[in-house]
């Protein structure tokens, strides 16, 4: 009985670290993002925009601007979900959780699990088509809602 004790609860701390694991920075995207103008800003975004500029060496990149477009707070029993779009041309090239529930130690642990699955599977799929997570169903509903208002704002349809 204790070894299987000591096994559930090395397998849940280890799929615990896993998933909390952050295989990317949410920072490079952003800088991305101020080398061109916003379709929802004003403009330039100040002297910090030269100095992460991907260039004219990168292929594509001197034509397409980055867009920054905000979905709706989706709201859901547990508080408001409301995601973040970065867009270059039609391509999902960043996605930032705005607003999530937090109110207790269980909102932060299932969406700590579920919104990078979440934000992962909108980055490979490319669009609000998207399952949901086990266990975080208002989350994931919440989260799909607000993606699929900020994809409609920038006119993207998939």
Known sequence: ???????????????????????HSTAAPVALGSTGTSSTGTGSTGSTGGATSAGPSAPGTTTSKIRT???HAAHTPYGPVQVQVQLSGSKITNVQVLQHPTASGQDQQINGYALPILINETMTVQSAHIDSVSGATYTSDGYIRSLQGALDQAGITR
């Open 1 to 23: 009985m204790k070894r299987v004790v000591l096994a559930l609860v090395s397998t849940v701390t280890g799929l615990v670290m896993l998933l909390g694991f952050k295989t």
């Open 69 to 71: 477009v905000n979905g």
